[in-house]
C-alpha cells in the first residue's frame, strides 16, 4: 500500500518540510532542502514527534535517512560525517583516511540499541538531586539523553530500550513526550521502550541493577523476542555523553572486522586517563590488554604509542593513552553468552565483561576522532557548556543534516531590552532587561532583570513562567521571584532549574572555596564552581 507523509520541525527560527513520496521510487532530490539553524538564540524541538504525527515519526525518520543517503546531498557534511570515525585494522594509520568510495552500509533493522540511564550520579551532585543523569540539561535546551537518542535517529536506529532506575521520573516524562513513536497505528517495526528496574520472583530477582551489565542482563530476554528475532548487533550506550557519531559506520566496521565485541575510543592525555578505562591495541586493531580506570604503575603501563593511529607526533606525546568512551556493539549471541553462562556474576561492563573477554573474544577498537565528553562530573559538565560558546566551537547543537532533539515546548523567541551579551547562548523563551551576559549559557524561560552581571555561568532556566503580575504579588509579600534580581553579581556559577536569586546578591566565590555544602540554602561549591541548586531561594543581599 503506497503511503504518503510528511515530516515537519517547526520553532521560530526552524522550519522543514519534507514529503515523502507515495512511488514507491524516489523522485530526484530537489535542488535545495534546507534546515537553517539559529544564529546561537534556539534550538530545534522535535514537533514531528508530537501529536498525531507520533504514530509515523519512526517510519518518517528512517526513510528520510535512506532518501538523503540514496541521493547523497548534503555530500559535503555527510563526507564530513563519516570520516570523523574510523575503524583500526589491517593498517592503522591507512584507515584514518577517510573513504574516497561509498562502501556498504550495515542494516540497521539488525540493530538495537541499549541506553544505560546511569546510576546514582553521585558526582553530578547536586543536578542529580530530584533527576537521573541523563535528564540533567544541557547546552540551553536539552537534555543529556537527546544526545544518544538523536544519534540513532539521524542514523536510522529506531529500535532503541532505555535502562532507567536512580530518580527517574523527569527522564519518563522527558522520553515520553519527546519519542513516542508507538501512539496509534505504527508503519514500521521501531520502539523507544523504557525500561525500569524492577523486581522479579526469586531470591536474584530481589535485587535492582547491580551496574552496567547487570541491568543489561535482567532484561536480556527481550532480545530473545519475536519483534527482536531479526536483531544481529546489541548497540550499549551512555546516557551521559555529549558527541556527534554515525552509530551505522561504526556497526559496519564491527561487521567488516568480523569483531565478537567492538569498542569505540579516544586518545586522551595524562591527566584524563586515569578517568577511563584504557587499552592497548595491535596494528590489527584487536585489543590486546583493557584496564578499568588504573593507577600508578598500572596507569604507565598503558601508555602507548599513538603516531601509530595517525596523530603528529608533538599530539601523540601529549595524548599516550587510548580511552574507551563506554560505546559497545556485540554480536547479539556474544552478548547472551557473556551475560547468562560465561560470567553470570560480573555486574560491569568496563571493569569486569570486557577486561575478561579481551582474552577469549575478538575485541576490536574503533578510533572516534571528533569531539566527544563524558558529563559525569559537576567540572566536566560546567566546562562542557562554556564551551558550547566558544567561536568556533569543538562541538555545537546547529547542525541541519543531524539535529539534535529534544521536547517541542513551542516557546516564543527569546526578548532582549538594551541588554549587552558576548559569545554566550540564550535559549528560547527568555526576558533579558538591561543586562550583561558574558561567556554564558542560558537555559530555556530565563528571566534576568536590570543590572545584572552574569560572566562565566550556567543557567538551566525554569520549568515554568510567573508574569509580571505574579511577581509583583510576590515582592509585595517579601519574596523572591523566579530568576535574577537587580544588580546582581554572578561569576563562575551553575545555577539550576526554577531558582530564586534576589536583588544586589554577589555569587563570585572571592575566597575561591573548592568543596562546601551549605544545603539548608541550596548552596554547593564542587571544584571551585558555586551550584545554586534546584527550587532554591538566595535572598535580597546575600554574598557567597
Known amino acids: 500500500m503506497a503511503l504518503a507523509a510528511s515530516l515537519h520541525l517547526h520553532s521560530p527560527l526552524h522550519h522543514l518540510r519534507f514529503a515523502l513520496p507515495s512511488s514507491p521510487h524516489p523522485p530526484p532530490p530537489p535542488a535545495c532542502i534546507r534546515l537553517s539553524a539559529p544564529c546561537r538564540v534556539s534550538t530545534a524541538p522535535l514537533s514531528a514527534f508530537f501529536g498525531d504525527c507520533l504514530s509515523v515519526s519512526c517510519f518518517l525518520c528512517l526513510k528520510l535517512n535512506v532518501f538523503r543517503k540514496r541521493h547523497r546531498f548534503s555530500c559535503t557534511k555527510t563526507r564530513r560525517a563519516a570520516s570523523a570515525s574510523t575503524s583500526i585494522f589491517t593498517d592503522v594509520a591507512e584507515k584514518i583516511v577517510s573513504p574516497t568510495r561509498e562502501k556498504a552500509q550495515a542494516d540497521t533493522r539488525t540493530v538495537v540499541a541499549v541506553i544505560l540511564g546511569g546510576g546514582a550520579g553521585t558526582r553530578l551532585f547536586p543536578l542529580t538531586n530530584n533527576r537521573a543523569k541523563a535528564a540533567v540539561p544541557i547546552g540551553g535546551a536539552y537534555r543529556l539523553i537527546d544526545v544518544p537518542m538523536s544519534n540513532c535517529i539521524n542514523h536510522g536506529i529506531n529500535k532503541v530500550y532505555i535502562l532507567t532506575q536512580f530518580n527517574s521520573t523527569s527522564l519518563n516524562r522527558h522520553l515520553a513526550r519527546t519519542y513516542n513513536f508507538g501512539n496509534g497505528v505504527n508503519f514500521s517495526d521501531g520502539f523507544v521502550e523504557v525500561l525500569a528496574a524492577t523486581q522479579t520472583p526469586g531470591e536474584a530477582g530481589m535485587d535492582w541493577f547491580q551496574g552496567s551489565a547487570d541491568a543489561v542482563r535482567q532484561f536480556v530476554w527481550l532480545f530473545e523476542d519475536t519483534k527482536n528475532s531479526n536483531i544481529d548487533n546489541i548497540l550499549i550506550l551512555s546516557g551521559d555523553h555529549l558527541y556527534r557519531m554515525n552509530f551505522m559506520d561504526f556497526v559496519q566496521k564491527h561487521k567488516e572486522s568480523g569483531a565478537d565485541i567492538t569498542i569505540s575510543c579516544v586518545p586522551v592525555e595524562d591527566r584524563r586517563a586515569p578517568n577511563y578505562g584504557l587499552m592497548k591495541i595491535n596494528n590489527k586493531g584487536r585489543v ?201 553579581k554572578i561569576r563562575n556559577c551553575i545555577i539550576d532549574k526554577n531558582a530564586r536569586i534576589g536583588k544586589n546578591v554577589e555569587i563570585t566565590n572571592l575566597q575561591n572555596v573548592q568543596e562546601a555544602d551549605i544545603s539548608v540554602n541550596g548552596i554547593y561549591i564542587r571544584s571551585g564552581i558555586t551550584i545554586i541548586s534546584k527550587n532554591s531561594t538566595i535572598k535580597d543581599g546575600t554574598v557567597i
Not at 527568555?430 to 549559557?441: A, D, G, K, T, W
Open 288 to 488: 590486546l590488554f583493557f584496564s578499568e580506570k588504573p593507577k600508578g604503575d598500572d596507569l604507565k603501563a598503558m601508555e602507548m604509542d599513538t603516531t601509530t593511529l595517525g596523530l603528529l607526533p608533538e599530539e601523540a606525546k601529549r595524548r599516550r593513552y587510548i580511552a574507551s568512551m563506554g560505546v559497545y556493539i556485540f554480536k547479539k549471541d556474544i552478548l547472551l553468552k557473556l551475560l547468562r553462562w560465561r560470567f553470570p556474576t560480573a555486574n560491569n561492563f568496563g571493569s569486569e565483561i570486557i577486561p575478561a573477554s579481551v582474552k577469549e573474544f575478538n575485541v576490536q577498537a574503533y578510533l572516534f576522532h571528533d569531539y566527544w565528553e563524558d558529563i559525569g562530573t559537576i567540572q566536566s559538565f560546567y566546562e562542557a557548556n562554556l564551551a558550547l560558546t566558544a567561536q568556533p566551537s569543538s562541538f555545537h547543537f546547529y547542525d541541519a543534516t543531524n539535529p539534535t532533539y529534544t521536547s517541542p515546548r513551542f516557546l516564543p523567541p527569546t526578548r532582549v531590552n538594551n541588554c549587552k551579551v558576548v559569545n554566550s547562548i540564550i535559549s528560547h523563551g527568555c526576558f533579558l532587561r538591561e543586562c550583561f551576559v558574558e561567556h554564558s549559557v542560558v537555559g530555556i524561560r530565563s528571566q534576568i532583570k536590570n543590572g545584572v552581571e552574569l560572566k562565566d555561568t550556567v543557567m538551566l532556566g525554569a520549568d515554568y513562567y510567573e508574569t509580571e503580575a505574579d511577581q509583583e504579588a510576590i515582592i509585595s509579600q517579601g519574596k523572591v521571584p523566579l530568576g535574577i534580581g537587580q544588580n546582581t
